[in-house]
C-alpha cells in the first residue's frame, strides 16, 4: 500500500465525521508527494467510499452521513483535476453513464477520471441516465467505449433494459460495467449480452484501457 494505515485511519475518521478541511489537507499533502492518480482513488477514495456504505449497510452510520461523506469525496476530486488533463491525448474517447434510477455518481465520475488521466476523452453524462439519452450521446460523440456504473444491486433491471437498449442498437459497440451493486450478483446478466464486459476494479478497468 502507498498510503499507510494511519493516514488512511485519520481520513476516513475526518471523513465520517464531516470535517472536510482535515480531508483537503491530507488530499492535498498526497498530491504534494507526488502521489500517483490512481493510488489516490484506490487506497483512499475508493476504499473509505467501499468502508462507509458498509457501515451504512451494518445500520453504524446514518443516510445522512454516507450523503456527507460523498459529497465532500466528490469535492476532493477537484483537487486531482491539474493532473488527470495534464496527460497526452491519444485519440480516444468513453462516454460513462450511472444506469437508470442509479443515483450513486461518484464510482461513475472516478471512472471517468481514469480515462481521462489514461489520455482519453471521458464523457461523464450524469445520474439516472435515460436509455434514450445516452443513445443519443452516442450517435453524437461516437465513442470507443462506453461504461456503465451500478451502485446497488436494485438497479440491475434498469442495467440489464439499458443494454438491451445500446446492444441492439449498436451491436458492435464495446461495453463494459462494474459497480458495487455486482457484489451481490448480477454478472451472469451482463455476459449474456455480446461485447459487454464486467469490471471488476479500477486496476481492471486501467488494463481494459491499455488494451486499445
Known amino acids: ?16 465525521s464531516g ?3 482535515e480531508c483537503v489537507t491530507i488530499v492535498q499533502g498526497l498530491i504534494d508527494q507526488k502521489i ?17 456504505g458498509k457501515l451504512w449497510e451494518e445500520n453504524k452510520v446514518s443516510v445522512a452521513t454516507e450523503h456527507m461523506a460523498t459529497a465532500i ?3 476532493l476530486l477537484q483537487l486531482v483535476y491539474p493532473m488527470l488533463f495534464s496527460a497526452d491525448h491519444v485519440g480516444k474517447s468513453a462516454i460513462i453513464a450511472c444506469v437508470p434510477q442509479e443515483y450513486h455518481q461518484l464510482g461513475a465520475k472516478m471512472v471517468a477520471d481514469i480515462f481521462e488521466l489514461n489520455g482519453w476523452d471521458g464523457y461523464f453524462v450524469g445520474a439516472n441516465t435515460p436509455t434514450e439519452d445516452l443513445l443519443g450521446n452516442i450517435h453524437e460523440k461516437k465513442p470507443d467505449l462506453v461504461a456503465l456504473s451500478m451502485s446497488l444491486y436494485v438497479s440491475l433491471k434498469g442495467m440489464d433494459e439499458m443494454l438491451q437498449g445500446l446492444t441492439s442498437t449498436f451491436p458492435q459497440l464495446d461495453i463494459i460495467v462494474g459497480g458495487q451493486g455486482f457484489l451481490w450478483g448480477g454478472v451472469e446478466v451482463v455476459k449474456s449480452y455480446p461485447n459487454v464486459q464486467y469490471v471488476k476494479s479500477l486496476d481492471s478497468l486501467v488494463q481494459i484501457i491499455k488494451t486499445y
Open 36 to 52: 500517483f492518480v490512481k493510488d489516490l482513488y484506490l487506497e483512499l477514495f475508493q476504499r473509505s467510499m467501499y468502508q462507509v
Open 19 to 21: 470535517k472536510k478541511a
Open 73 to 75: 469525496t466528490e469535492g
Open 1 to 16: 500500500m502507498v498510503i499507510s494505515e494511519t493516514v488512511y485511519g485519520d481520513y476516513l475518521a475526518f471523513l465520517l
